[in-house]
């Protein structure tokens, strides 16, 4: 009943604290997303065109392959590989780079699903206070 109370009511200063510091992780999380993408490729020797490219193709293959996430992760590996590919004209480098940019993403999965609970933990703090 008390959690209704909160959904129904006004947030109140308190709410509005609590919303804005699940913003500020929200857009926090979405930016190590990206960094540890970028810089895990970056490590195994991907250049930062490459990156780029893969990059704003994880932006539309989230439009192109119309399953959720799962597309612009695709596309961006994908990118990444064709552009190194093409950059190196060696597969095995192209492929040790794609890998960099797998362990990334794998980190910053673990990352956000990580802030994800603390987000959800300071909504239910918030709803029952």
């Known amino acids: 009943m008390i959690v209704l109370g909160r959904i129904v ?3 109140g200063v308190q709410g509005w604290v609590v919303f804005a510091i699940m913003t500020v992780l929200m857009i926090g999380g979405s930016f ?3 960094l ?3 810089t895990s490729s970056r490590k195994e020797g991907a250049s930062w065109l490459s ?3 893969a990059l704003l193709m994880a932006i539309l293959g989230n439009f192109i392959i119309p399953i ?3 597309g612009g992760i695709i596309m961006a ?3 990444l590989y064709l552009a190194e590919w093409l950059r190196l004209k060696d597969s095995q480098k192209a492929f040790t780079t794609m890998k960099g940019m797998v362990v ?3 980190w ?3 990352i956000r699903f990580i802030i994800g609970l603390v987000m959800i933990g300071l909504w239910m703090i918030w709803a029952w206070t």
Request: glycine share 12%.
């Open 9 to 11: 009511a006004p947030f």
């Open 32 to 34: 190590v997303d990206n």
């Open 36 to 38: 540890l993408m970028a």
């Open 51 to 53: 990156i780029g490219l």
């Open 68 to 70: 959720p996430v799962v």
């Open 77 to 79: 590996v994908l990118t």
């Open 104 to 106: 990334g993403c794998g």
């Open 108 to 110: 910053a999965v673990a």
